[in-house]
C-alpha cells in the first residue's frame, strides 16, 4: 500500500498534514495551517514537491560540490594589450576623436 496524508487537528488550533507510509509510520509533520483549506492546499503543495523536488543535502558528512557559475568568462582582446574606448569617445564630432 502507498503512503498517505492525514489532516490533524494541530496542539495549538489550526490543522497540520502528517505523511505517513504505507505501513502507517510517520514520515512527516507539516508546520501549522490556519484552515483544513489551507491544510489541504499543503497536501497538494506537498504532492508537487515530492513529485518534482530536487534533494539537497545538507548533513554535515554531504559531499561539497563547488557551485556552478552560469556566466561566461569575459571575451579576451584580440591582439595582447589592445583596449577599447568605449564608442562616445571615438566618434568624429567628438573632441576625443580629434
Known amino acids: 500500500m502507498a503512503g498517505y ?5 494541530a496542539p495549538d488550533g489550526g490543522y497540520r ?3 505517513l507510509d504505507g505501513s502507517g509510520a510517520l514520515m512527516a509533520v507539516s508546520v501549522t495551517f490556519p484552515t483544513k483549506s489551507a491544510a489541504v492546499a499543503g497536501v497538494a503543495r506537498a504532492r ?9 543535502d545538507h548533513c554535515k558528512d554531504a559531499v561539497k560540490r563547488p557551485a556552478v557559475h552560469s556566466t ?7 591582439t595582447a594589450g589592445a583596449t577599447r574606448t568605449p564608442a ?3 566618434h ?6 580629434h
Open 5 to 9: 496524508f492525514e489532516l490533524v487537528d
Open 17 to 19: 498534514i502528517r505523511l
Open 48 to 56: 508537487e514537491i515530492a513529485g518534482m523536488g530536487l534533494v539537497r
Open 72 to 78: 561566461k568568462p569575459a571575451r579576451k582582446a584580440a
Open 88 to 90: 562616445l569617445l571615438t
Open 92 to 97: 568624429p564630432r567628438s573632441p576625443a576623436g
